[in-house]
Every structure is written in structure tokens, then in C-alpha cells.
């Protein structure tokens, strides 16, 4: 893209981005899903958004990170089981798809985010108490979280994003996470599969720093106010139906653009 095109989409979603960051890092997620659907409805290529989107991702996701460890709702004895995704990340992220074979695999995963998301919402509004405490033996979490994080790995790595926008609503409808352990647990899982996603995908992939340096500035102070509210003041109950409907109107823009 030429220097003008690149000032002129920075102008248009910058504010878009704040926002994103804002509201996702106020549950613990970083908003890739929804920065990639941006970028690629703007007009960047796809091949070149992973990347910036992982980037993005690990500054948002860093900041919720920090606001909910320092509200004490991160347990890294609980997290550890899910970094199994680590390996299929890294490699996931290093297969180039056809765009289109991409995009479709992306609008699949926007829209289970989405319904997983809502479905989540609804049982923290109608079973607010059926929360289990963290109390699972060691064998057991790793029974759920090493299969878990694999498989949330392999789509992280190919869609480029953290993954944590799946993970976080597991967590709440099996029961084994409040929303705000959720949250953290999920930050810190994207944080740690953004950076390996990184990694993968500049190996076959360059980064646009022209796009992604003001972008991470905003994002980064989404990312910071939006998680200082959520670890200490807002109600998630709320937040996760707003998070669920931007990723389906996300999926809804892909998909016409997958069949123009």
C-alpha cells in the first residue's frame, strides 16, 4: 500500500481500535479476531495481517494480563496445562493457506467464538453460583487442559490469534472458572500463543512497522484502561455479550466478502 492509502486507513480505525482493545481487554481478551476482520475488510492483504494482529495482541493482552494478576485472579498452576497449545501454534502458523481457504476457516471460528461467547453470558446470568472451585488434582486439569490447549493451538496459529476468545467461555461453561479467573487465564494464554504465533508467522510473513506502530499505541492504551476496569469494576456479565456480538458482525462482514 502506498504512504497516503496506509495514513488514510490509520485515521479511519485507529479509534475503532481503542475501542476493540478497550472492551476486549476488559475480559481478559486482546481483539485479534476482530483487528484481523478490520484489516482485511480495509483492504490490507490477509497474508500480511497475522502478524500485526499478533503483535496487537500481545499488547492488549499484556495489559489485561498485568490488571488481573494484580487483582489476584491469575493462578499459573491452573494456566500451565494450556500452553500445550504452544507447539501447534508455531507450527499451524507456518503453513500458508489459499486466502480464501483462509478467510472461510476464519469465519468458522468467529462464529463459534460468538455462539460460545453468548452461551457463556447465559450461564453466568442463570447459574451464577454453579462455579466449581479450583480445587481439580493435577491429573485431572491436565486430562482437560493439554487436549484443550492443542486444539485451540492449531486454529490460533493458522487465523493468527491468540486463541483466548475460546478458551474463556470452555472455562466458564464446563464450570471450571469464574468469569474473572476466566478472563486472566485467557490473557495469559494469548499473550504466550500470540508471541509464539509471531514468531511462526515472521518467518514466512513481513511486518508492515508503517501500520503497526500507531496501532499498537492506541491499542495499548485500550488495552490498559479497558483491563484496569474489568479486573476491578465492570460487570463481565455484560461485556461478553458486547465482545459476542462485534465477533459475529465480524464474521458476517467476512463472510460477504468470501462470497463477492
Known sequence: MCAIVDQLIILIIAPIFFAISFVYSSVGFAGGSSYIAILVLAGVSLYTVPPISLALNIIAAGMAFINYARARYFSLKFSLPFLSSLPFVFFAGLLVLPERSLVLIFVIALFAASAALLASSSKIRTQPNKIRKFNLSNTKLALIGVPVGAVLGVVAGLVGIGGGIWLSPLLILSGLADPKR???????????????????????RSIDVSLLAPLAVVVLAGGFIGSKFGAF???????IIIVAAVVAVAGIELTIKLLA
Request: no cysteine; aromatic share 6%.
Open 182 to 204: 476466566a478472563a486472566a487465564t485467557a490473557s495469559f494464554f494469548i499473550v504466550t500463543n500470540s508471541i509464539i504465533g509471531l514468531l511462526a508467522h515472521s518467518i514466512n
Open 233 to 239: 469494576k465492570l460487570d463481565h456479565d455484560k461485556i
